[in-house]
């Protein structure tokens, strides 16, 4: 069933076209990876899912609603949106940022804060305050915090970019551990995680979707080589297959 | 604390007071000295304590919003346009009691300006933070040229400008127990109209577009919380003229008492603020008997240094 989808979605901003007439739908389960050269629209593509920014034209349905016509509440509890870069301004403990995510779009506050934090394993640095937190931990927090109400749909936009690898790897696991009851749509920079770990690939160039297919039957094709304007050797490895820029 | 500091105050002056002197005044005493106390100091202090309270409760919104350790309730015009409505009240004859034309167009002048500044942003279509910042300065500019023009042409020996520079330097009018119920109605409907924004404060702290994910609309919550905090301003400006410094350290001594959470830190800084202004307004009348320092010269002369002490051995420990 289709959870999520864009219809010609046409994004603008200062005279430049930067989506151009984008149609895609997800599932509500399942995972996607959004790969393409820096520039194509992948964070804005991200962002129009999100509901955080306005489409030039075109619009955005969830469960069969435009997302436009969503109150910011409804739509903050069911898509969580997990921003390129989060730097809060005041220096929160990470229970209060859980917190913020977890009572989003809801009047009352309260609820069990401690057992959410303790569901994503940070009880022993609840008490912390952001800038206490190492980048791994940072991202770790900031996942629950978009986790922290149990948004149907998971939109991250290059989770975990400034990590080391087994910290990326530790993100991403965590951020799919939910795509067999949810859906996740994942901007990755990281073209060998991407390939490992989701179930479907989006390829952008040029402000449009150009491939959109299972791992397996895109890693051969050479329109990932035209779009990163770059050679790929594709390797065999005993984990799958790998590309490998030359 | 703020018990502690309206005792104090309600001690402090000309001729000092002791607690026992009160406790007669507040039992109904009818000597000269008890009446004084009562018909004078007593609503001169609480009227300290109300304007402290609206300028500690704005400037923790007004950083909240703008996310600006330096930003202070006054910064969005309300302290130019307020000086000016005080300027016309002052100067020029209006025919009305200066009593009650002088309260009324700096309230006009401070909230007229953050209206404007609001409007201006808004055509400029600036309506960020940074965006706002910029118009205020700039209509802070225009209202102050307009003043000296004001005081340069208006001015003679019969109106001073001794008056108008008092004023700016702020002091807290003494009230009437009337006025200052009604000031006091007033200052609690500004505080019920800004803890709402507590929530609100919370996530623009997050960031714009974490703020956006989580489901504030941006633009709309900044406009609110403007309006809302100038409200507030303008209340204290009509009671208490221009009082330095107060909504800039409020907020901050309430997040290091507190944390940062505004749920906490709005009613914290409201407090904080009033200690403030009632010692500050103590100090202002006891200093120097007989005469008074303008409130404005001793919260930036002693909560400059002051704060720049607590700031020290904050960022030391």
Redesign the interface.
């Known amino acids: 069933m289709t959870l999520l989808q864009a219809e010609h979605l046409t994004v603008n901003r200062g005279g430049q076209e930067i989506l151009s007439d984008v149609c895609v739908s997800f599932e509500a389960t399942g995972s996607t990876a959004i790969i393409g050269p820096n520039g194509a629209g992948k964070s804005t593509l991200l ?1 129009s899912l ?1 509901g ?1 920014l306005t489409p030039t034209a075109g619009r955005v349905l969830f469960g069969g609603k435009d997302i436009a016509g969503l ?7 069911a ?3 997990l ?1 390129q ?9 990470v229970a ?2 859980v917190r ?2 977890a ?3 809801q009047k009352k506050s309260g609820g069990d804060i401690d057992s959410i934090v303790a569901g994503f394993e940070l009880t022993n640095m609840s008490k912390r305050r952001w800038s206490t937190l190492s980048g791994g931990e940072g991202s770790r927090v900031l996942l629950a915090m ?1 986790l922290a109400s149990d948004p149907s749909v998971l939109l991250a936009d290059e989770p975990g970019a400034s990590l080391d690898v087994r910290h990326r790897i530790a993100l991403v696991q965590g951020l799919l551990r939910r795509s067999s009851k949810s859906a996740s749509i994942v901007v990755m920079h990281d073209l060998d995680l991407a390939f490992r770990f989701f179930d479907r690939i989006l390829l952008l160039n040029g402000r449009r979707i150009v491939a959109d297919a299972p791992p397996r039957e895109l890693i051969d094709d050479r329109c990932l080589d035209e779009a990163f304007g770059i050679q790929f050797e594709r390797l065999e490895t005993a984990h799958g297959p790998l590309l490998r820029a030359i | 604390m703020l018990f502690g500091a309206v005792l104090l105050a309600a001690c402090a002056g000309n001729e000092w007071a002791s607690p026992a002197d009160l406790g007669r005044a507040l039992s109904g005493d009818q000597t000269m000295w008890s009446l004084l106390l009562i018909r004078w100091r007593l609503p001169r202090v609480l009227a300290a304590a109300l304007v402290g309270t609206l300028l500690g409760a704005s400037g923790a919104v007004f950083q909240g919003v703008f ?1 600006n350790p330096l930003a202070e309730p006054y910064l969005l015009g309300s302290a130019g346009g307020a000086a000016l409505g005080s300027t016309v009240a002052l100067l020029v004859p209006l025919g009305v009691s200066q009593a009650l034309s002088l309260p009324l167009l700096a309230f006009v002048g401070a909230w007229g300006s953050t209206g404007v500044v609001l409007a201006v942003s808004r055509v400029a279509g600036a309506v960020d933070a940074a965006g706002m910042l910029l118009a205020g300065v700039a209509v802070a500019a225009v209202l102050g040229a307009l003043r000296s023009y004001l005081m340069l042409a208006l001015s003679n020996e019969a109106v001073s400008l001794q008056a108008v520079l008092s004023w700016v330097l702020g002091g807290v009018q003494t009230p009437t127990w009337t006025a200052l119920a009604m000031f006091a109605l007033i200052a609690a409907g500004c505080i019920a109209l800004t803890m709402p924004l507590a ?1 609100g404060l ?2 623009i ?3 714009e ?2 703020a ?6 941006v633009r709309r919550f900044i406009a609110l919380a403007v309006v809302v905090a100038s409200l507030s301003v303008a209340a204290a400006v009509a009671l208490g003229g221009l009082i330095a410094f107060v909504g800039l350290a409020a907020p901050h001594i309430a ?1 290091w008492l507190v ?3 505004h749920q906490r830190l709005l009613p914290a800084a409201a407090l904080v603020g009033a200690s403030l202004v009632t010692l500050a307004d103590a100090v202002a009348r006891a200093a120097l008997p007989p005469a008074e320092i303008p409130l404005g010269l001793v919260t930036a002369l002693v909560g400059g240094p002051f704060f720049i002490l607590l700031l020290a051995r904050k960022r030391r420990s």
Do not use: C, H, N
């Open positions: 962002k999100a955080v109150s910011g509440a409804a739509r903050a509890r898509i969580g949106y921003p870069q989060f730097q809060p301004y005041w220096d929160l403990s209060d940022l913020l995510g009572e989003r779009g978009v | 996310r929530r919370d996530l702290g997050l960031g577009i974490m956006t994910g989580f489901g504030l609309s997040r944390g940062p959470l």
